[in-house]
């Protein structure tokens, strides 16, 4: 198939699903009330977005999310730069970190409740904690990803530590970065969302939950439809960032 | 000065851990609603064993039915989307990009649907766990040695045996890799949404001792579901050892390092709860 | 070992052509429309016969083999193997051996060696015995229960090969077998190679980069063009049998390498 026929046969399909969320609640094949049709939801979505308190759950949200990425990116950047440079740090901690990373966040988030209560601080608290070992695992990877013989090769032409850095870690170590960007970004929205689910006030979490327990389910759907909507422009943009700086690798 | 070596340092600072749990409450150093200490905790974790018990038991009801859906499902979608090169085109980037959106904001549209009883959780987890083995299935069949293929035609292999003899036992470290991360997915998917909303399970346990700030009945139930999720671990590892003697130490460490970046690559998304 | 001893000796006057090429062609649809890959391809390989073909890379000499194999279909031209076309691979006449080892990492040296005729059905005592004999003969005895990665580079050439073997084929097609492999490895797995055929009277197309692996192996070599590939010389090779590492040191070696060496490099 070529690109365009690939892009198009993707458009059809979107159109089918989007398509049978409309017509399969109207004809009453599928119960409306579990199902609320497109059309139903588009509409909502319009009203919600106009709403006072959805704004403000908004605003919150992304208040939590940012805070927690500029927390937790670069402290666990550093941390895995670090794990990777220095190898006795790396032996010790590596094989924890594994461990934690294996092990269900979520089950925490009670113990954040208990110290941070469940406000701004412990949403982004649980959100920093969800997403820093990730970080720290690629971090660590992209370090050693970098072929010795790149630095072996600059240090014979009598390049600084500095241009050593500038020159091949930073290239070489871009397209990863960008990835880990992406991937953390997920971790760290849906530690977001969960935490804002499971005890909170307010955000977007929060009033999905709340709708969902409400049987709201046009409201809820909207709701869905634009946090998914926000996590996927996130991802396509950084994933079109990696497109571009990638070029040279195969 | 000779340094210690690494394990011995992983073990003292576990050890370490372990006393500083049961000391600083112990000490006043933290609050005991923060953090009870850690006999306090097994105490009412064994004088409520059979609460945990019961508990655990529906939990574990709800992860056997889920897994077996996301990985019968998982696998049968991943063949398809890894063998057939058009379907991969056109379904693969759709997939890793509906991988951005955090599943757990679908859990209230289930619990709606299904009511907040053992279904809801299945479904939920199902999927959860369902991403990471279809997208490592696929990447297992995707990625298989070109020559593998060629050889067995050439000693005219059939269809039906190039992929029973060739193409399964290729892809099975890729496969159980995934199956690794699908399995712990459906534990965490279950326990999260046990936690949100249910009326049973050790999830129930830990928001319903939450809410009334009964912590070292928080922290009991956390230490059986750590416990679980381990022992899960260990058991598709020592199903990976029996499986994979065939592989070499190096290429095994390569496995478990694409095992490692599979995770960090899309699967690896869904572990942020 | 019975079976052996009939094929102890290699036809000195080749009765038929084992592998017979005529007009052969291939063109492949590439990005930017049809690329021709073969033209006018014309071979001969009497049976019993060693026949060596160089080239540059990307001249068609693997596209040559796969078609040879039954793997790929030329775009015209005709190709007998044994005197019958080839439409799809057909390991009882053709025995194929790769430039990776390629065996399963998964299966043991003697169940590797064995697969194809697990791929038959054969009866497991009966494909046991065979993939031990084959493993005998390339010099593995004792080594069947290892797996691929428990092995040298050259074990697991010599594992292909008995796999290549094994199930008796009166054509071998080999693929730069030895081109992963270490200088010395390379020079004894060319020796043992010999040994090999001249044990089994196979009739063997083998496809290589090196000007003194093709010249010490082959009874006559087959020099490509660049894309599009055609036969640009036959050289034969009329160093006597047994071969040793000596003649390699010899004046006609010398000049035999560099009459090919000069037809690859004087044709753009």
């Known amino acids: 198939m070529t690109r365009s026929a690939i892009i198009l046969v993707r458009i059809a399909l979107l159109l089918a699903v989007l398509g049978a969320w409309e017509v399969l609640p109207r004809a009453g094949i599928v119960n409306p009330m579990l199902l609320p ?38 402290l666990g950047a550093v941390l895995g730069v670090l794990s990777a440079e220095n190898e006795y740090f790396g032996a010790i901690f590596k094989p924890m970190l594994f ?16 110290v941070f209560g469940i406000g701004f601080g412990q949403k982004v608290a649980y959100a920093t904690f969800s997403t820093i070992f990730i970080v720290i695992m690629s971090a660590s990877a992209a370090v050693e990803s970098i072929k010795s013989e790149y630095v072996l090769v600059a240090q014979s032409y009598g390049a600084t530590r500095a241009q050593i850095l500038r020159r091949i870690y930073v290239p070489s170590m871009m397209p990863i970065l960008l990835e880990t960007l992406r991937i953390s970004m997920i971790f760290n929205f849906t530690g977001v969302m969960i935490s804002e689910m499971y005890a909170s006030r307010t955000g977007v979490g929060h009033m999905i939950a709340n709708w969902g327990e409400n049987f709201m389910l046009p409201q809820l759907f909207a709701g869905v439809v634009v946090l998914a909507v926000a996590a996927m422009s996130f991802n396509e943009l950084v994933r079109y960032m990696e497109a571009r700086w990638s070029t040279w690798r195969s | ?10 073990r003292l600072i576990g050890l370490a851990l372990l006393i500083a749990w049961e000391a600083v409450p112990r000490l006043g150093l933290l609050p005991e609603l923060f953090l009870p200490p850690l006999s306090k905790t097994l105490a009412v974790l064994w004088l409520d064993r059979f609460i945990y018990a019961s508990a ?3 939990t574990l009801y709800e992860v056997a039915i889920a897994m077996l859906i996301a990985c019968g499902v998982g696998i049968l979608v991943g063949a398809i989307v890894g063998g057939v090169a058009s379907i991969r085109n056109l ?4 997939f890793s990009s509906l991988y951005a959106v955090p599943i757990v904001i679908l859990y209230p549209i289930f619990t709606a649907w299904f009511g907040i009883g053992s279904e809801s959780k299945i479904a939920f987890a199902g999927v959860y766990g369902f991403f990471p083995v279809m997208l490592s299935t696929a990447a297992g069949i995707r990625t298989i040695d070109e020559q593998y293929l060629l050889a067995a035609r050439s000693m005219g292999a059939t269809l039906p045996q190039l992929i029973a003899r060739v193409i399964i036992p290729a892809a099975i470290p890729t496969v159980l890799a995934g199956l690794r991360l699908g399995g712990a997915l459906t534990i965490i998917g279950v326990v999260v949404s046990e936690m949100l909303t249910s009326a049973s399970g050790i999830g129930y346990l830990v928001t319903m001792n939450r809410t009334i700030l009964d912590s070292p009945r928080v922290f009991a139930a956390i230490i059986v579901v750590l416990v679980l999720s381990i022992a899960f671990d260990i058991a ?23 095992a490692a970046s599979a995770r960090m690559a899309t699967p690896a998304a869904a572990s942020a709860v | 070992m019975e079976h052996m001893a009939k094929l102890n000796r290699r036809p000195e006057h080749a009765p038929q052509a084992a592998v017979e090429v005529r007009g052969l062609g291939h063109i492949y649809e590439g990005r930017d429309g049809a690329v021709p890959a073969l033209t006018d391809i014309d071979l001969t390989v009497p049976a019993g016969h060693f026949t060596v073909i160089v080239g540059p890379s990307g001249c068609g000499k693997t596209s040559l083999l796969m078609m040879l194999a039954g793997l790929r279909t030329q775009t015209s031209g005709t190709i007998l193997c044994d005197g019958r076309p080839i439409p799809k691979p057909d390991p009882e006449r053709v025995g194929v051996v790769f430039q990776e080892a390629s065996l399963y990492p998964w299966l043991t040296a003697v169940e590797n060696v064995e697969f194809p005729l697990v791929l038959k059905g054969a009866p497991r005592s009966e494909r046991r015995a065979r993939a031990e004999e084959m493993l005998n003969l390339v010099g593995l005895e004792g080594f069947g229960g290892r797996y691929p990665h428990e ?73 490509m063009s660049a894309r599009p590939g055609r036969i640009l010389d ?35």
């Open chain 1, 37 to 74: 049709p497109l059309s139903l939801v588009l509409k909502t979505l319009g009203e919600i977005l106009r709403r006072g308190d959805f704004q403000e759950a908004m605003a919150v949200t992304t208040a939590e999310v940012l805070v927690a990425f500029v927390i937790a990116v670069p």
């Open chain 2, 56 to 58: 655990l038991l529906v």
């Open chain 2, 1 to 10: 000065m000779t340094r210690p070596s690494p394990q011995t340092v992983r």
């Open chain 2, 91 to 94: 379904m693969l980037p759709v």
């Open chain 3, 151 to 223: 092995l040298s580079g050259g074990m697991k050439q010599r594992v292909s090969i008995a796999r290549g073997l094994v199930q008796d084929p009166p054509v071998l097609l080999m693929d730069e077998p030895f081109a992963a492999l270490d200088e010395q490895t390379r020079m004894t797995m060319g020796h043992e190679l010999l040994r090999i055929w001249s044990q089994t009277s196979k009739t063997v197309v083998f496809i290589t980069h090196s000007l003194t692996e093709a010249v010490y192996l082959a009874d006559e070599v087959v020099v």
């Open chain 1, 99 to 114: 461990y934690v990373f294996s092990i269900p966040k979520s089950i925490f988030l009670p113990m954040f409740i208990l």
């Open chain 3, 234 to 268: 036959r050289v034969p090779v009329d160093l006597p049998r047994p071969r040793t590492y000596q003649m390699m040191a010899t004046d006609k070696f010398g000049q035999l390498r560099e009459r090919i060496w000069h037809q690859i490099r004087d044709t753009p």
């Open chain 2, 236 to 258: 598709v590892r020592a199903i990976e050892r029996y499986t994979l003697v065939w592989q070499s130490a190096g290429r095994r460490g390569a496995s478990s390092s694409t």
